[in-house]
């Protein structure tokens, strides 16, 4: 626990016919990133996470995350550099509209969405192999000298949902294992199910 550095947050609106999921992986390298992925995935349960307001939102969110971390002075010199540089993460957002049966989500790196049908995964997204998985992935930033350029790098979807759908949030390691087993899909959800049910 320690060591991990995801975040995960929902919430249910408009009596329920509104769902928002979030995701984010934090990057182990540097310092207080599991911060900064749970101020992004909180943020995203509540605030309009499009192209046109995104910058600012992640400009506030990173002063945000600087008022609540140690300053550098309290902080071992070595540790200091990193937190100059600022924390860095992943993120992956979901809005599943249950009345229009539809869905829009964000992505920024390698979280991905996986929207299962019949037992059969019919769409993923950002990625759709295990081959597109790097060491360098799209990263939001606490430090504005490393925020990406948010209209060229960040995905965005829309889809249509039915009863029964499955949809699957997963960061990167989760990832790559789902893509992996995807030629025995039957086999994957019976794992995946009982992998989430000793959970």
Known sequence: DNENEDSLSFSIRSSGNLLKFAISDGASECVYSREWSAILVKHYTYRPFDLYNLPTIVRELSEKWRSNIKPAD???WYLQEKLDKGAFATFLGI???????TFESIAVG????FHFRNDKLIYSFPLESSDQFNNTPLLISTNS????DFQKLTKYSKGDITS???????TDALSAWIFKRLDDSTRLLI???NFLSHK
């Open 74 to 76: 309290e902080l071992p």
């Open 191 to 193: 794992d995946l199910k």
């Open 145 to 148: 000298k490393y925020q990406i």
């Open 164 to 170: 029964g759908d499955l949809l699957i949030l997963a």
């Open 110 to 113: 390698d979280c991905v969405l």
């Open 95 to 101: 809005t599943i509209d249950l009345r229009e049966q």
